[in-house]
């Protein structure tokens, strides 16, 4: 998860400078980690493919609220809409860019050039199921209210691998509280073997790292909801 960490360094070390900037994040963007019992995904097929041995896994959500006045109008008409340009703010906003100049930089040739990689490409795509994103992250599931994909290596290496991972970006309209709830869920484990013990594959720090800088990829990606 080489690609994860340089970008959470690089991004935790240039937004997070003030505290005010912090304190912004931590409050607007909640994490929960871990993730409860009854979450969906321990149940689903995805993850259950993904992860056979039921290896520990470093595991988190963080959660944005927005309330409808603040968002552009054609998104609470349709969720899959919504869930859409959520994904499409993931990938083409500020939140990733150092992480897909790196990736390019490291990875984009002719092998992976059919893949996604420019900002307008990831800023318009559909993201349908087998979509490849900067040789990095392949979307497994797409619902109208989530586009999960696959992480942790490259997609041309398919088979079990010591780096996995399940990150799924979701979006709801909750008409009861007027608010579009959106969401960025990480499961990362290895999927190689059988890892003994209950701990995921990040250090406390880096997980720390991790969080702060699903933090920041939720903030950026909402923008692109705004009016």
Same mark, same amino acid.
């Given at each position: 998860m080489g690609i994860f960490r340089l970008a959470r360094k690089t991004v935790f070390t240039g937004l997070l400078g003030t505290s005010t900037a912090?304190?912004?994040?931590?409050?607007?963007?909640?994490? !929960?980690?871990?993730?409860?019992?009854?979450?969906?995904?321990?149940?689903?097929?995805?993850?259950?493919?993904?992860?056979?041995?039921?290896?520990?896994a470093t595991q988190d959500?963080? !959660?944005k609220r927005i309330p409808f006045d603040k968002v552009r109008p054609e998104l609470l008409q349709n969720n899959n809409d919504l869930t859409l340009e959520f994904c499409r703010g993931v990938w083409s906003g500020w939140g990733f860019a150092i992480?897909?100049?790196?990736?390019?930089?490291?990875?984009?040739?002719?092998?992976?050039?059919?893949?996604?990689?420019?900002?307008?490409?990831?800023?318009?795509?559909?993201?349908?199921?087998?979509?490849v994103i900067t040789d990095h992250f392949e979307v497994v599931e797409k619902t109208p209210t989530s586009i999960t994909v696959r992480c942790g290596d490259s997609p041309r290496n398919q088979p079990l691998r010591p780096s996995d991972g399940l990150f799924q970006i979701s979006a709801t309209i909750d008409k009861a509280h007027e608010e579009v709830e959106?969401?960025?869920?990480?499961?990362?484990?290895?999927?190689?073997?059988?890892?003994?013990?209950?701990?995921?594959?990040?250090?406390?720090?880096?997980?720390?790292?991790?969080?702060?800088?699903?933090? !920041?990829?939720?903030?950026?990606?909402?923008?692109?909801?705004?009016?």
């Open positions: 912090a304190a912004y994040l931590a409050s607007q963007n909640p994490v !929960i980690s871990p993730l409860p019992a009854n979450d969906p995904i321990w149940s689903s097929r995805l993850f259950r493919r993904a992860n056979p041995n039921g290896n520990p959500v963080v !959660i992480q897909r100049q790196y990736a390019q930089f490291k990875y984009r040739g002719p092998e992976t050039e059919h893949q996604l990689w420019d900002p307008e490409q990831l800023a318009t795509a559909t993201y349908d199921k087998g979509a959106l969401r960025l869920k990480s499961v990362l484990f290895s999927s190689e073997g059988k890892v003994a013990g209950n701990k995921g594959p990040m250090s406390p720090v880096i997980q720390e790292l991790h969080q702060w800088y699903a933090r !920041i990829w939720a903030e950026t990606a909402s923008w692109k909801l705004l009016k």
